[in-house]
């Protein structure tokens, strides 16, 4: 009973009970870290002690090419209707460019209709605007674990809704499967569990216990009570693709079969492509968008923006393309809340209509540098032993810690985190994607060679010299200028074809890495 408790007292600070439990719920780990290091950041010239952010997934690889194009003559535009208001689906020449863009680049077989198109700030807003249309308080989501954790809040925040796990492992079964691959069969058994809820594993005492929290506080608990004794109503499934952490992409047959089971079950499929132009190797990238038919178009959902492909993540602007009609009405009631500025819309319509500078400078340079960025990453790793899961796409890489656990638990997890984050280097834990093994870590690589390699020289020092030192990296002046000598960058850490890397392995399960 102690949120109950917890709440009442809220109240009397003058909150509302639903005000209580926004302002209740813990940060997650990611925002944590992200905390953490916005307290003490790493600069070269100013800070070069401080925490080195490779936890964050922001990509930093091609701001001078987007800093050149963005000072163009053609960005410095102002008219009256830009400061004015303007239609909360987007500016209609945004929507339009947008429409156009994504005809081309995701390769649709018709072309988009801008009526569809709704522009939001960033993609948070879109998946918390459509968690609170598409469900009500209470309802499921199924979506494969690991996966981005901020999409627990996202949801839980307009909707409360609840993450369905569809759990996935590093083992390999077969020759044939692949590490946390995803397979219908997973999901058909994931959704089966949470409807045969019903019914089961609810003592009395436990019962009792939720009827007293339901009398304290009748909207949230009661749906607590309904959740335990009637079992959870999957309202949708999530999809990222490529996907946060595994930076795997989804072949075509799989996400045809994906939707059909979505249709069987007449579950809603948000498809999050936030990634889709981060694709760093030969494989075949599928947008949801380009295939022929959809088998249910009016629960079928897709999002992008321009955070992570474009490196724009201060710019929060996030794109919903759907056809549902009833959907875009009702987001459309929450737009309002999230609008893009009009300047904005028109320099990131300018950014997209300028077809020659996209095809033949920015997306050659950005695949370029995401490979070279990537190849000097794994290869530093597996130098230190570290292994990693084979990927395409994205701006990390999925790594296997296990080894460097001082048990299989995440206790020992966190306390790898901690430690790390003691010297100055943020990654990020598989408990903040809800990976069902522990000992997996993210580690983005969208950021300079030099800060890679000292990334490398911190992960080193800490995990083969310091791993039996129970106590804080200190900071006298004697240690910390020892640090400063270890920490410069150098010379000797060169980027090397991926196929030139030793491959690596697990000594805890068989798992395909570099």
């Known amino acids: 009973m102690t949120d109950s408790w917890g709440e009442a007292a809220a109240a009397e600070r003058g909150l509302s009970a639903r005000g209580a439990r926004i302002a209740g719920r813990g940060q997650g780990l990611l925002d944590e870290g992200f905390d953490m290091y916005i307290g003490d950041p790493f600069d070269e010239d100013h800070n070069p002690q401080g925490i080195l952010n490779f936890g964050t997934s922001e990509n930093k690889l091609c701001f001078d090419l987007i800093q050149e194009r963005l000072t163009k003559p053609d960005m410095y535009y102002l008219e009256p209707h830009l400061l004015q208001y303007s239609d909360t689906q987007g500016i209609k020449s945004f929507r339009e460019e947008i429409a156009k863009f994504l005809t081309e680049y995701a390769d649709a077989p018709t072309a988009l209709d801008p009526e569809n198109v709704i ?9 918390a605007a459509l968690s609170a249309v598409l469900c009500d308080p209470g309802d499921g989501y199924l979506i494969p674990a690991p996966y981005y954790g901020g999409i627990n809040s996202k949801t839980w ?24 691959q995803l397979t219908v069969e997973k999901l058909e058994t994931a959704l089966h569990k949470a409807q045969e809820q019903v019914g089961n594993g609810v003592s009395v005492s436990k019962s009792g216990f939720l009827l007293i ?13 309904w959740t335990e004794s009637m079992g959870i109503r999957v309202r949708a499934l999530i999809l990222i693709n490529p996907h946060n952490p595994l930076g795997d992409i989804y072949p075509a047959q799989l996400l045809r079969e994906c939707l059909e089971f979505a249709h069987r079950y007449k579950l809603h ?14 494989t075949t990238f599928t947008s949801i968008l380009s295939l022929d038919s959809l088998p249910d178009p009016n629960r079928t959902h897709f999002m992008w923006g321009f955070s992570k492909d474009f490196g724009m993540c201060g710019i929060r602007v996030g794109v919903l393309y759907t056809r549902n009609h009833e959907i875009r009405k009702a987001v459309n009631q929450l737009a309002v809340f999230h609008g893009c500025p009009g300047p904005v819309q028109h320099v990131l319509s300018q950014f997209l209509s300028d ?7 920015f997306f050659p340079t950005h695949k370029r540098r995401l490979k070279e960025a990537q190849n000097t990453l794994v290869d530093g790793l597996a130098e230190i032993g570290i292994p990693v899961l084979k990927s395409s796409g994205g701006l990390y890489v999925w790594a296997d810690f296990r080894k460097f656990l001082k048990s299989q638990t995440f206790e020992a997890e966190m306390d790898l985190w901690w430690k790390l984050l003691d010297e100055k280097l943020l990654i990020s834990p598989g408990k903040a994607f809800s990976c069902y093994e522990p000992g997996w870590f993210r580690l983005v690589f969208s950021d300079s060679l030099d800060k890679i390699c000292l990334c490398i020289k911190r992960l080193q020092r800490m995990l083969h010299y310091k791993m039996d030192d129970p106590t804080p990296v200190s900071s006298s002046s004697a240690e910390v200028e020892a640090a400063e000598s270890v920490d410069k960058p150098s010379a000797n850490c060169v980027n090397t074809a991926v196929d030139d890397v030793s491959e690596g392995y697990s000594n805890l399960k068989k798992i395909a890495v570099f």
Do not use: K, T
């Not at 925040?157 to 946390?180: A, C, I, K, T």
């Not at 929290?213 to 009570?225: G, V």
């Not at 077809?355 to 400078?361: A, D, I, K, Q, Y």
């Open 157 to 180: 925040l307009y909707g409360e809704m609840q993450p369905v796990h569809v759990p996935l492992f590093s083992e390999v079964s077969d020759e044939g499967s692949r590490p946390f």
């Open 269 to 282: 499929v948000i498809m999050d492509e936030i990634y889709m132009f981060s694709v760093y190797d030969d």
């Open 213 to 225: 929290n339901a009398l304290l506080d009748p909207l949230s608990n009661m749906l607590e009570l």
């Open 119 to 127: 522009v939001m700030n960033g993609c948070c807003a879109v998946l």
């Open 355 to 361: 077809r020659e500078w996209l095809n033949n400078v």
